[in-house]
């Protein structure tokens, strides 16, 4: 416990996000310093695991590390209904959130500048994020670098996008377009604004 002046604060939860890509792992350290979310550690522990293979490897690691919480993020990428539900239920029985997009972690990225409900193929949310209102560059190519200077003060218009896309694509295993990164924002880190 850390003593503050109005008495004893309680410290912070250890928390650990697990991405399977660096593009997932670059916005999630731009949220831990815009959010001063000292307390979450952002890893890619894996590209091209199952589902269930992403949950169990970041349990073993949850349990290194002796994590109190812990968060995986991935795509839909091939992955069957059935194999999401397993992930779901081994997810949740191990104190793992799901954070989920489908088709691909870009369709929360689309979300900061605009509102969608159509699905995107993975080439076409590059190809359009590559234009001149998005990054004006190759987003192919840009995936993996930072992303503050397009998103850092997008976060509030991504969240109220998401929030109007999950009115009516709130099923994680078969909606497409679907994302649910704007419930975990708050949950992990607490933005007393966006």
């Not at 307390?39 to 199952?50: F, G, P, Q, Y």
């Not at 091939?78 to 239920?89: A, D, G, P």
């Not at 497409?176 to 990164?181: A, E, G, K, L, Q």
Request: charged share 35%; net charge positive; glycine share 4%.
């Amino acid at each position: 416990m850390v003593r503050s002046r109005k008495g004893l604060k309680k410290q912070k939860e250890s928390i650990e996000i697990f991405c399977e890509g660096e593009s997932e792992k670059e916005y999630f350290n731009m949220l831990k310093r815009k959010y001063r979310g000292s307390n979450v550690k952002v890893k890619v522990i894996a590209a091209d695991l199952s589902g269930k293979k992403l949950v169990e490897k970041a349990i073993k690691k949850m349990k290194h590390d002796k994590v109190q919480r812990g968060y995986i993020v991935f795509d839909r990428d091939e992955h069957s209904k059935q194999e999401l539900q397993e992930v779901q239920s081994l997810a949740s029985k191990n104190n793992i959130g799901v954070v989920f997009s489908s088709i691909d972690f870009e369709v929360w990225i689309l979300l900061h500048f605009e509102f969608i409900t159509r699905a995107y193929s993975r080439k076409e949310l590059e190809d359009k994020l590559s234009g001149e209102k998005y990054f004006n560059t190759n987003y192919r190519q840009f995936k993996g670098d930072s992303y503050e200077d397009f998103l850092f003060d997008r976060i509030e218009n991504a969240v109220k996008n998401a929030k109007l896309l999950y009115k009516t694509h709130n099923n994680w295993i078969s909606d497409d377009p679907f994302t649910n990164i704007h419930l975990f924002i708050d949950e992990i880190f607490h933005p007393d604004n966006y």
